[in-house]
């Protein structure tokens, strides 16, 4: 399948409407506005908002995600980036890990985990592998539920559940290497970029140790 055709599917998709899943609001069509190239370090985030319009790719949004992402990018990597172009141009794409917001009693919640792997292995699955970056960033514990999912399927090998950890806390900073289709790739398990989380200041770290193994 081609990007198109990938992204077309998310937006046709009613898949957790037809597994009685009703929190989850899908279709969504929010989906990138520019088709990934040469990506070099793949940031992986939760899920689009309940009740917006918008979200990370739309330049006339005022997206949380974005304004966060972008301002750690810029004040403790040293990027220049205010714009979609500028972020990609730099040799970054974001995807989430869901591609339909969740609610529950009207208002934005977290995919469960049975949303997760549905989705994880329906579409993000297809969009890695179809995208081939260098090094994957998961931004919190549902990009982190995601890639534990997938990666089941990419790396059929045995693997020590310690070697992760039973928390996000104790999973955030460590790199783990996994074979998708004929190439390695690094994962970074970080946390959800929020100034509001005490451990912020640490995911600006973890880009520059998943940085440091790719060439820019």
């Known amino acids: ?8 599917g998310i937006k046709r998709c009613t898949k957790c409407k037809e597994e009685g899943v009703y929190e989850v609001k899908c279709p969504d069509d929010r989906i990138p506005t520019s088709e990934p190239r040469h990506v070099k370090l793949l940031f992986v985030s939760e899920a689009p908002p309940l009740n917006t319009r918008y979200y990370f790719y739309h330049e006339n949004s005022n997206d949380r995600l974005r304004n966060s992402l972008f301002g750690l990018l810029q004040s403790d990597l040293g990027y220049e980036i205010s714009s979609i172009n500028d972020f990609i141009a730099a040799g970054f794409y ?3 890990t869901v591609k339909c917001p969740s609610a529950r009693n009207g208002r934005n919640a977290a995919p469960v985990k049975s949303v997760i792997k549905l989705c994880a292995e329906r579409h993000l699955k297809r969009e890695i592998e179809y995208i081939k970056p260098e090094g994957v960033c998961l931004l919190g514990r549902t990009a982190l539920q995601g890639f534990l999912t997938l990666r089941n399927l990419w790396d059929v090998q045995t693997h020590d559940p310690r070697e992760v950890g039973k928390t996000l806390s104790e999973a955030a900073g460590k ?8 190439k390695n790739t690094r994962f970074m ?9 005490r451990k912020f200041h640490e995911i600006s770290e973890h880009i520059r140790m998943l940085r440091e193994g790719i060439e820019f």
């Open 1 to 8: 399948m081609n990007w198109t055709e990938i992204q077309e």
């Open 94 to 96: 974001l995807l989430p």
């Open 175 to 182: 790199v783990l290497e996994v074979k998708i289709l004929d």
């Open 189 to 197: 398990i970080s946390y959800w970029p929020t100034k509001r989380h």
